[in-house]
């Protein structure tokens, strides 16, 4: 069964960090594109960041500002989004997302999703 599930996440206060992991079982990570999206309440599934097969390439959306680092470590078959100077901004359910194909900032190219892991930054 292919399955992405993700941990990590918690409450944590503004200012301060947290490292999420997404593990992976029945499929490899090292031939997917991978990325993190977030959702807020009454909000859209966002972009958070993205890393090629190899982690040569990673991108990023605006608002992360240099305060995320998306990593992987195909070895472990997982993928890691460490994330600092949190705000309250940040608070929503955070995703991770395998493609084979896809490259790209769209959800809708994505078709393995974990079930979220909750991130709360109070303030």
């Known amino acids: 069964q292919v399955q992405l599930v993700e941990s990590g996440g918690g409450l944590v206060q503004a200012g301060g960090s947290l490292r999420l992991s997404c593990a992976a079982s029945?499929?490899?990570?090292?031939?997917?594109?991978m990325a993190w999206f977030r959702q807020a309440p009454g909000k859209e599934r966002e972009f958070v960041a993205r890393?090629?097969?190899?982690?040569?390439?990673?991108t990023y959306a605006g608002f992360v500002k240099g305060r995320f680092t998306i990593s992987r470590d195909n070895a472990k078959n997982s993928l890691y989004l460490q994330m600092n100077s949190l705000q309250p901004e940040d608070t929503a359910v955070y995703y991770c997302?395998?493609?084979?194909?896809?490259?790209?900032?769209?959800?809708?190219?994505?078709?393995?999703w974990g079930q979220g892991t909750q991130v709360t930054v109070s303030s």
């Open positions: 890393i090629s097969r190899s982690s040569t390439s990673t």
């Open positions: 997302a395998a493609s084979r194909l896809y490259i790209g900032n769209q959800a809708n190219g994505y078709n393995i």
């Open positions: 029945g499929l490899s990570l090292s031939i997917n594109y």
